[in-house]
């Protein structure tokens, strides 16, 4: 050995390992550029995300604060009835709630020149708000009540920082300078403040005339009973497929067949099957428009062939040895499948059937189709009515808001996706956490 190396080539010898040649060089700077670009990559991604979140939180945090103007008000009997009997019975509410707030300013110490059109421009949509509560309560009549009553959109804006006093003119009827200075006024004693907005969490839409009141609660019950309807049919219709095509199906070209439209139906844009959902189920069945009801029967068509693709997945990944020990102690398929199989499965099902409902939580297209945007939401009377009834969606609802012209809308629909976001990262981490329980080691 010794000679035959001595006779080598120089060209052949070997180089002692501690010396890199120029190949080995160019190949560990190749892998340096590729980690370079895989940390490019990965940091690109997490600013691009992080703007996201950024831009998302600081446009959609303001929805959860209103500017409210907080005073003590009391209404006679007399006046109740004289409302009552009126035309515009919440136009009238609305200038006894004016004339409270003039006499309460006057007789304080701000020593400003006021008039009602200023205290009117700056008051919101109260009318309402104030004869429902005495209709419901006529016992606090010709007493005091403290009410937190909404100001109106502009001045909301204005303590948000998203209107200021550059952009008034003259000619607005809207609002003035002066306003402005008199809410300043009030704020610093405390008549006009901010609060936590409980009422975009649990209300219901206004309408285009009250941005200011809009909520989103209805919205998110009407998303929580379609998402009912799409587990109630898509995990025992999806798993049953799944397991029949995975361990009971003959291998022919007909299952063949199936398994390549479920994966092309995956890959459908969900707009088809809201199209599919408005033929069949509205114009051909007759199912009552702008339900939950037809809302999840639509998204179950969309989540189906996500879920079967997931849970056929995880049948493959549970060893065919387990399939064989079962049989061979004298167990049948059936058996082997239900008792051994699918409960070492069952994680990567739940994963599978979460993430397909978390996908179709967010879906706007087949609502639209559908008529979910096409009314004002509200809340049921009853559980069966909430199915039937006709009612909204989050994604809908944040749709419709965005759409209109009005700025307090657009932070609203902001303000729901925030809401939307929190409903996914929730039903994912409770996906996770499913999946660490149910967790069988072999």
Do not use: C
């Not at 004339?99 to 059109?117: G, P, Y």
């Amino acid at each position: 050995m010794t000679d035959l190396s001595a006779d080598m080539p120089p060209s052949f010898k070997q180089k002692p390992l501690t010396i890199s040649d120029q190949r080995t060089r160019a190949r560990n700077a190749a892998e340096k550029r590729f980690r370079l670009y895989g940390v490019a990559a990965i940091t690109a991604g997490l600013v691009f995300l992080i703007l996201l979140v950024f831009s998302i939180i600081s446009n959609g945090l303001p929805a959860f604060k209103k500017t409210v103007i907080a005073i003590d008000f009391k209404l006679t009997t007399e006046q109740f009835e004289t409302a009552e009997a009126a035309l515009l019975k919440t136009r009238v509410y609305s200038d006894y709630f004016t004339q409270t707030l003039t006499h309460i300013i006057t007789n304080s110490e701000l020593n400003l020149e006021i008039n009602s059109r200023s205290i009117e421009r700056i008051i919101g949509k109260v009318g309402g708000t104030l004869r429902q509560f005495y209709r419901e309560n006529r016992n606090m009549l010709n007493q005091p009540v403290h009410f937190d009553l909404p100001a109106a959109s502009r001045i909301d804006r204005y303590f948000k920082g998203t209107f200021s006093r550059d952009g008034i003119t003259k000619e607005n009827r809207f609002i003035q300078v002066e306003d402005l200075d008199l809410v300043d006024a009030l704020a610093e004693v405390g008549i006009i403040q901010q609060v936590f907005n409980w009422q975009f969490i649990t209300g219901v839409d206004t309408g285009v005339d009250n941005p200011g009141g809009a909520g989103i609660g209805a919205a998110v019950l009407g998303s929580f009973m379609m998402m009912i309807v799409v587990l109630l049919l898509s995990l025992p219709i999806g798993v049953a497929a799944s397991i029949y095509l995975q361990e009971f199906a003959p291998k022919n070209w007909f299952t063949d067949f199936i398994e390549v439209n479920i994966s092309n139906l995956a890959a459908v844009p969900s707009i088809v099957f809201g199209i599919l959902g408005l033929a069949i189920f509205i114009q051909f069945m007759h199912l009552p428009q702008s339900a939950p009801l037809v809302g999840g029967l639509v998204l179950t068509l969309m989540t189906l062939p996500t879920i079967i693709i997931s849970t056929r997945a995880s049948l493959r990944a549970v060893p065919p040895s387990i399939r064989d020990a079962a049989l061979a102690v004298g167990a049948s398929k059936m058996q082997a499948v239900f008792h051994h199989v699918l409960p070492l499965a069952m994680p990567g099902i739940l994963t599978g059937t979460i993430i397909g409902l978390a996908q179709a939580l967010g879906e706007t297209a087949p609502l639209l189709l559908i008529g979910m945007v096409g009314f004002v939401a509200r809340y049921p009377d009853s559980i069966l009515g909430g199915f039937e009834g006709p009612n909204s969606a989050l994604p809908a609802q944040i749709f419709n808001w965005a759409s209109r012209s009005d700025a307090v809308f657009v932070e609203k629909a902001w303000g729901g996706i925030i809401i939307l976001l929190i409903f996914l990262l929730s039903m994912n981490i409770v996906a996770v956490l499913l999946r660490r329980r149910f967790e069988r080691r072999w």
